[in-house]
T-cell receptor, first 113, second 114 residues
Framework: GNSVTQMEGPVTLSEEAFLTINCTYTATGYPSLFWYVQYPGEGLQLLLKATKADDKGSNKGFEATYRKETTSFHLEKGSVQVSDSAVYFCALRGSGGSYIPTFGRGTSLIVHP | SQTIHQWPATLVQPVGSPLSLECTVEGTSNPNLYWYRQAAGRGLQLLFYSVGIGQISSEVPQNLSASRPQDRQFILSSKKLLLSDSGFYLC?????????????FGPGTRLTVT
């Protein structure tokens, strides 16, 4: 079956530091890949997505590239802000008739001033 | 534009009491609908999903049930709550179809069973 593996958190950074949150996946075919963000006490929000190999999703300074050769979709941001503190979830939706997304366990990001 | 509503926002219920959480979606038709539970500090657990009125699939055995009485309404219920039912319940929808479609989540319901 499909699976998503994210790096363990929490990730603790100072403001303006570079962020990488690793995500690798296992899936057959050509899944669509997503990053969601969850701020404290809220539901998840779509941050970015990529639907085919070599696509780069980007939003709010975050970006991730769909790497089929390494089955990865790492999230990056060049300069984090305190307001980026949240939990980040990597997810995929398989091709070929699946209604069910597969989520990683989430990575907590804490940004200090 | 599409919106998703959940209520109540918070709920404190005693063990053995019934439960009804409601989710409604506006601005789209025939969505796929999902109920998730998130325990404190943990990831998402898919409880139920629905691809149409009256069509419910359960992902985990439990004392919860779900119903979809209308196209854009999804209800999570229990006849008798357990302490282990405490958590953050999230409803989500996605467009009809199977690939490339992201999910949109509601604001969640914080349930505490005492």
């Amino acid at each position: 079956g499909n699976s998503v593996t994210q790096m363990e958190g929490p990730v603790t950074l100072s403001e303006e530091a570079f962020l990488t949150i690793n995500c690798t996946y296992t899936a057959t075919g050509y899944p669509s890949l997503f990053w969601y963000v969850q701020y404290p006490g809220e539901g998840l929000q779509l941050l970015l997505k990529a639907t085919k190999a070599d696509d780069k999703g980007s939003n709010k300074g975050f970006e991730a590239t769909y790497r089929k050769e390494t089955t990865s979709f790492h999230l990056e941001k060049g300069s984090v802000q305190v307001s980026d503190s949240a939990v980040y979830f990597c997810a995929l939706r398989g091709s070929g008739g699946s209604y069910i997304p597969t989520f990683g366990r989430g990575t907590s990001l804490i940004v200090h001033p | 534009s599409q919106t998703i509503h959940q209520w109540p926002a918070t709920l404190v219920q005693p063990v053995g009491s019934p439960l009804s959480l409601e989710c409604t979606v506006e601005g789209t038709s025939n969505p796929n609908l999902y109920w998730y539970r998130q325990a404190a500090g943990r990831g998402l657990q898919l409880l139920f999903y629905s691809v149409g009125i009256g069509q419910i699939s359960s992902e985990v055995p439990q004392n919860l049930s779900a119903s979809r009485p209308q196209d854009r309404q999804f209800i999570l219920s229990s006849k008798k709550l357990l302490l282990s039912d405490s958590g953050f319940y999230l409803c989500a929808w996605s467009a009809t179809g199977t690939s490339g479609y992201e999910q949109y989540f509601g604001p969640g319901t914080r349930l505490t069973v005492t």
